[in-house]
């Protein structure tokens, strides 16, 4: 390879470089790579016990759920626990919009006493008992908060602000098996967590909170099972049960967050849930005929709902087979298959390991070392840069993807030049270099994941890919003839809506819009009767949080 420094040829040999990342972001390879998705998506759907995993929910919520719920998000990289009360609508369809409500978010929720952890790499690596408790811990902490208001508000009340038992509502960003909402059975996890054996998940949350559960004896004093806490002013304060009523993955929790803040019309639905953070998954309704039998004998659904139609579908889209397609079309790069290699779980969630957040960063890092590498000039690389996953996905979207004019000075700073080296080692051309790359990482992934959800969307026929017997020729030709077609009015488009959450989707400069873009070429493109259709990606902002209480609140109405 040519040498990066050399003023010359920078822009020619930089394009080389990253020319495996970016040659197949482009129509035709996208539309047969979204086609591909849809063709593996159906047959893992039908064959895998692994992928297109079933859940409880049959049914949008209607709008109309109340009731107050403790509701937990635990992802990939942070916990939050917080107090949800769903308002409901008017007879009218009205939100109540009380004082208190979030209006910017959703109108008709209320939130409150919500606290965020960011979970530490050695709660990922310990026992599952460690995680659980520490989790434990932190409900605890927003519960004694919670009683220790009442009590400050209304004496009379703070015995039992909550009642007897408090309806826990929550949501888990990892692969799950369901046979009902108040039950789940963790799988391997992934994102770094350790956690490999078949865990009940409901029954590690309530253990570990329970460690902190004080009871009344019969006279009054106080005691409890193991250890009792104090509140702030050191007064003990008694804790209550928690009943689980939902349990869900992040991706279910955020469709049913905007189901329930967005009401479905004639032409416009919440289709599919996305998430794109740390990692990545979707989920979407499905037809019980796409499905492996044993998906669905054991499923108990819940109150009166009709599983006869349709039931939501956890994809889990990036667990190994899920890659066949881009195998096929030879898109992962030497980068991919190294990161992937060296990578907690080599081959568990290839697509991701291409995509998400936890990885973009090293991508990043590999592509610039491999061109860093290349150079001739002899000069010794900085140490802090050959470290794994020294640089994250959080410094390339704050810093590097904002045009920073004193980004080389902050590059200096984190991976400073040997000391047997004199000068700087962030030239302008090595800090040009950093961002063509994490450009190309970035586009790349959004590109990806619009082929995903255009595939997915077409699997279950929400749309519809008729490329499959047309030459990468044809498929232009086949475009420019949509592009000509007589427009559809606009009340006559049909919105689907893809609700998304994810600091990835929602942080990183241009993805959401890079994404956007693709998303609206594909299904134009893809075929005729796609021109009356319009997909929507939509923000389910705290989707996880506030998505774990709609589905407790849903599952309370139904019994």
Request: hydrophobic share 40%; proline share 4%.
């Amino acid at each position: 390879m040519e040498n990066l420094a050399s003023s010359d040829h920078d822009e020619a040999t930089i394009r080389k470089l990253l020319l495996p990342l970016t040659w197949r972001v482009n129509e035709n390879d996208l539309l047969q790579l979204a086609q591909k998705f849809s063709e593996t998506y159906r047959l893992l759907a039908k064959t895998s016990t692994e992928h297109f995993l079933t859940t409880p929910v049959t049914i949008l919520p209607t709008g109309k759920e109340r009731g107050k719920f403790l509701s937990i998000d635990v992802g990939g990289t942070n916990l939050r626990v917080g107090f949800i009360e769903l308002l409901g609508e008017d007879e009218n369809g009205s939100p109540l919009c009380v004082p208190g409500a979030l209006a910017s978010n959703v109108p008709k929720i209320r939130r409150s006493h919500e606290k965020a952890w960011p979970i530490e790499e050695h709660l990922k690596m310990d026992q599952a008992e460690d995680l659980f408790v520490w989790i434990g811990e932190c409900i605890a902490e927003v519960i004694t908060d919670a009683l220790e208001e009442a009590s400050s508000v209304d004496f009379a009340c703070a015995e039992a602000p909550f009642g007897e038992e408090l309806p826990l509502g929550i949501t888990f960003s990892f692969p799950m098996n369901q046979t009902s909402m108040s039950e789940a059975t963790l799988m391997p996890m992934g994102k770094g967590f350790a956690i490999t054996s078949d865990l009940n998940l409901g029954k590690m949350l309530l253990a570990g909170y329970g460690r902190h559960v004080q009871e009344r004896s019969t006279n009054g004093e106080l005691h409890n099972a193991e250890k009792t806490s104090s509140n702030k002013k050191g007064k003990p304060s008694e804790l209550p049960n928690l009943r689980i009523a939902a349990i869900t993955n992040d991706t279910v929790a955020t469709f049913a967050s905007l189901a329930y803040a967005v009401r479905s019309t004639a032409n416009s639905r919440v289709a599919m849930g996305l998430i794109v953070g740390t990692g990545t998954n979707a989920t979407v309704p499905m037809s019980l005929d796409y499905l492996h039998p044993a998906k669905i004998e054991e499923l108990i659904f819940p109150g009166n709902a009709d599983p006869k139609k349709t039931v939501v579908i956890n994809t889990e889209w990036t667990i190994r087979g899920t890659d066949a397609p881009l195998v096929d079309l030879g898109i992962k790069t030497k980068w991919d298959l190294e990161l992937d290699r060296n990578s907690e779980a080599p081959g568990f969630q290839p697509f991701e390991y291409m995509t998400a957040g936890r990885y973009l960063g090293e991508i990043v890092r590999l592509v610039l070392l491999d061109a860093l590498s290349s150079e001739n000039d002899g000069i010794e690389l900085p140490a802090a840069l050959k470290q794994k996953n020294s640089i994250s996905t959080r410094f390339l979207s704050t810093v590097v993807a904002r045009a920073n004019k004193k980004l080389d000075v902050k590059l200096e700073a984190l991976f400073p030049a040997p000391s047997s080296q004199s000068g700087i080692f962030w030239t302008e051309e090595r800090t040009n270099l950093l961002r063509a790359i994490a450009r190309a990482v970035q586009v790349r992934s959004s590109a990806l994941i619009a082929a995903a959800i255009v595939g997915l969307l077409d699997c279950v026929k929400d749309i519809q890919l008729n490329i499959s017997k047309l030459a990468g020729s044809d498929l232009v030709g086949n475009a420019k003839q949509n592009g000509n077609r007589d427009l559809h009015a606009e009340h006559d488009m049909e919105e689907l809506v893809v609700a998304y959450a994810g600091g990835t989707i929602s942080q990183y400069p241009n993805w959401l819009e890079t994404c956007q873009n693709w998303i609206d070429v594909l299904v134009r493109k893809g075929s005729v009767p796609n021109q009356s259709k319009r997909v929507v990606l939509r923000e389910a902002l705290d989707g996880g949080i506030i998505g774990a209480a709609v589905l407790a609140g849903m599952t309370d109405s139904a019994a």
